[in-house]
C-alpha cells in the first residue's frame, strides 16, 4: 500500500529516464546495488545544492534519503543502456511502504529523470560536497 506522501518527493522517489551514462555490466549483476552512476545528490535546480528543497534526492549504493522519508533498496534492475528500476521499503512521517520506480539518467550523466505510473520529475546532479 502507497501512503499518500505528498510534495515533489513522491515525485523524487518516482523512476528516472536515464540518457547517456552506459552502466558499467558489472554493476548491473548487483541485483540490490544501485550502479555509482546514479549515486549521488540530486535537486530540481543546482542552486539548491547548498540549501536542499523538498525535492531532494540522494542515492547511496543501498538508500535512498529524501526530504520525507527514506527507502532501503531491495532489488535494482537494469531497463536500458542508463535506466534501472529500483524496488525499496520506504518509511517516513510514520508511514512505511513499498514502491518500485524507474531511473534515467541523461548522456553526460547530469539530470536524472525519475517516473513512475504518476509523474515524471528532473533532477540535476550536485557537485560532490554539496
Known amino acids: 500500500m502507497t501512503p499518500p506522501v505528498a510534495g515533489p518527493f513522491r ?3 518516482a523512476g528516472v529516464a536515464l540518457a547517456g551514462l552506459a552502466v558499467p555490466v558489472a ?6 546495488v544501485i550502479p555509482k552512476a546514479f549515486q549521488g545528490h540530486w535537486e530540481e535546480d543546482t542552486r539548491y545544492c547548498s540549501a536542499p528543497t523538498d525535492a531532494t534526492l540522494t542515492l547511496t549504493a543501498t538508500e535512498l534519503h ?5 527507502g532501503k533498496v531491495t532489488k535494482v534492475e ?3 543502456p542508463r ?3 529500483i524496488s525499496a521499503d520506504f518509511s517516513g512521517e510514520g508511514e512505511t511502504w513499498s514502491s518500485s520506480e524507474r531511473y534515467e539518467l541523461s548522456a ?6 525519475t517516473a513512475n505510473e504518476q509523474t515524471t520529475f528532473q533532477r540535476f546532479r550536485c557537485p560532490k560536497g554539496k
Open 11 to 13: 515525485a523524487v522517489l
Open 27 to 32: 554493476a548491473r549483476a548487483q541485483a540490490s
Open 66 to 70: 529524501g526530504w520525507e522519508a527514506e
Open 78 to 80: 537494469d531497463v536500458g
Open 83 to 85: 535506466a534501472i528500476v
Open 108 to 113: 553526460d550523466g547530469t539530470m536524472m529523470t
